[in-house]
């Protein structure tokens, strides 16, 4: 079974804080992606990474920047986390959709709260 | 206006009823992805379709690439199909990884 892990499950934070979010999966795939999700506002993309060291920028990269040194690893980071970043985080994975396999596994979400 | 659109946003049923639920979109995809949020739960994946049908229990998801219009519907209704259904769109722009997502349909059902 595909294993997408994320390293808190509930997180309470202060404004101004630095925080991290650790995603972890374990079956080599290619793509990694970090949404956040909000009542009425659904999944929203925030970063993506299809390689190591490659990012790109999702629909809402303000306040938030990536990290990918390893290939089965993908972080997220708030710098200076503000309270409208209280949301949940969720981390996914996919292979290479042009490998035919694009189906996306998601992890169990880290529920932030900022305060 | 989303380029992915879900109706109806929310949903109650009885129990054994047949439960349709629609995606449209406005942009080319080369596929279309259905998931499934129980509450407190993750996301996980029901299908990835870029033409006809696909079945899986008592899940079948449809797609009419002309229309641009999927469909998932659930036969024999049950309270643990309790859950958010979320319509993702793959868009058809060369390598493309990305998803967009509905706003996903809030699913009841009752005993």
């Known amino acids: 079974d595909v294993k997408v892990t994320q390293s808190s499950r509930y997180l309470v934070k202060r404004t101004g804080e630095k925080v991290f979010l650790e995603c972890v999966q374990d079956?080599?795939?290619?793509?990694m992606f970090w949404y956040r999700q909000d009542p009425g506002l659904g999944l929203r993309l925030i970063y993506f990474s299809y390689d190591v060291k490659m990012k790109e920028k999702g629909d809402i990269p303000e306040g938030y920047s990536v990290s990918r040194e390893k290939k089965e690893r993908f972080s997220l980071i708030l710098e200076s986390a503000s309270t409208n970043q209280t949301s949940m985080y969720l981390c996914?994975?996919?292979?290479?959709?042009?490998?035919?396999?694009?189906?996306?596994?998601f992890g169990p979400g880290t529920r932030l709260l900022v305060l | 206006k989303n380029e992915v659109e879900q109706s109806p946003q929310n949903l109650t049923a009885q129990e054994g009823e047949f439960i349709t639920i629609n995606c449209s979109y406005s942009?080319?995809?080369?596929?279309l992805h259905w998931l499934q949020q129980h509450p407190g739960g993750g996301i996980v994946s029901l299908f990835m379709l870029s033409s006809g049908k696909k079945k899986h229990g008592r899940l079948i998801a449809t797609i009419n690439i002309q229309e641009k219009h999927s469909s998932l519907h659930i036969t024999a209704s049950h309270p643990r199909d309790s859950a958010v259904y979320i319509c993702a769109a793959r868009p058809l722009i060369q390598g493309a990884q990305k998803l967009v997502f509905g706003q996903g349909t809030r699913l009841t059902i009752n005993p």
């Open positions: 996914a994975s996919s292979a290479l959709f042009y490998s035919g396999r694009g189906t996306q596994y």
């Open positions: 079956m080599d795939h290619e793509n």
């Open positions: 942009v080319g995809i080369s596929a």
